[in-house]
């Protein structure tokens, strides 16, 4: 269709509008403001190329009653073996094309986007960088949890260790309350703990957030969100008022694996960002610039008997 005047030239029409939209998702909650772990900063992680750690597995001990005369017992003897997480390195590159920052420009000096060339690449670049290490801090946290899986870079093996075993129900199927409570009543005994409800965490996909919110609110009307004048609109949602479970907080972490959920002790788990996010400019053979992004970052247990882990859920 033909439009008349000036206001309506091909020009006006085809110029975007003034942003551009990340329509992908990049998942840095582990280091962000609301991470449920202490984040470690790179000048107060340990040196090396591992976070070692010393675990207390066995101890051989003859204490007892006495009598008069008696010999003194053979002393108590503590078997230790070394843990360690690597520490991770991960890197992105980000390029720019000053042909085509020349061609982003507009006859005033701006350009037809809300941010420089570089500024957009150099967003997206860290985007990517850290949804790098988040994925791999997710696949780690979940196999220090576990019942079977070998413990730490270190490759522990939990039949050789048996007191790093941790809490596990595999082939939960449909989540029951009795699933959550059993977890709770392990980690606040002997066996795997116990540790204080203070202490405890739920981290768990959205998905089994809508499954608990289903379980635990569907029984009576007394949480139903109403306005003070009571002439409100009554709020019938159950997810948003499922904030814990046990009073232990719940923790809904992107892209966990749908079918699991972790109750953790969280002082027992930090993330230690090793290496700070660094950016190098490269020199390139070609009217173009490069940066390189860095950053160090892993997740370590410091007690994998303390944590607890509900699989194979159905979604």
């Known amino acids: 269709m033909a439009y008349q005047g000036e206001g309506y030239s091909d020009y006006l029409r085809e110029v975007w509008l003034p942003m551009a939209r990340l329509m992908v998702y990049r998942n840095g909650y582990f280091l962000g403001k609301d991470s449920p772990f202490e984040i470690v900063p790179p000048n107060k992680c340990p040196s090396g190329e591992h976070i070692n750690m ?12 006495y009598t008069v005369g008696d010999a003194m017992v053979t002393p108590a003897q503590t078997s230790t073996v070394k843990a360690y997480f690597n520490k991770d390195p991960f890197q ?15 006859g005033i000096g701006g350009t037809n986007l809300d941010k420089s060339t570089d500024d957009k690449a150099m967003t997206t670049g860290i985007k990517n960088l850290i949804d790098t290490a988040m994925t791999q801090m997710l696949a780690d946290i ?15 093996d ?14 939960v199927n449909a989540l029951a309350l009795a699933d959550l409570e059993d977890a709770l009543e392990a980690l606040e005994d002997v066996t795997y703990g116990p540790v204080a409800r203070e202490s405890l ?4 996909p959205r ?20 306005s003070s004048d009571g002439v409100g609109k009554i709020d019938g949602d159950r997810t948003g008022r499922t904030k814990t479970f046990g009073d232990v907080p719940i923790f809904v972490v992107p892209d966990m694996s749908t079918t699991t ?6 002082s027992a788990i930090k993330v230690y960002n090793w290496a700070p996010l660094e950016i190098e400019p490269k020199s390139l053979e070609e009217l173009a610039q490069a940066w390189a992004l860095s950053i160090g970052v892993c ?10 882990k509900l699989a194979g859920i159905t979604a």
Do not use: C
Not at 100 to 106: E, Q
Not at 158 to 171: C, D, I
Not at 210 to 226: C, I, K, M, Y
Not at 261 to 266: F, P, S
């Open 142 to 156: 979940v196999a220090w949890i576990s019942a079977t899986t070998a413990f730490s870079d270190a490759s522990l």
């Open 207 to 226: 998905n089994q957030l809508t499954n608990l919110s289903r379980l635990t609110s569907g029984v009576s009307n007394l949480g139903l969100n109403a």
């Open 54 to 65: 010393g675990l207390d597995y066995a101890i051989s001990s003859n204490a007892g009653l």
């Open 261 to 266: 959920i972790l109750l953790v002790n969280r």
């Open 299 to 308: 997740i370590g247990v410091e007690d994998p008997r303390q944590q607890g």
């Open 201 to 204: 965490a739920w981290l768990m």
């Open 92 to 106: 992105e590159t980000v390029k720019t094309y000053k042909m085509l920052k020349h061609m982003h420009h507009t």
């Open 158 to 171: 939990r039949s050789t260790y048996t007191s790093l075993v941790s809490y596990e129900a595999t082939g």
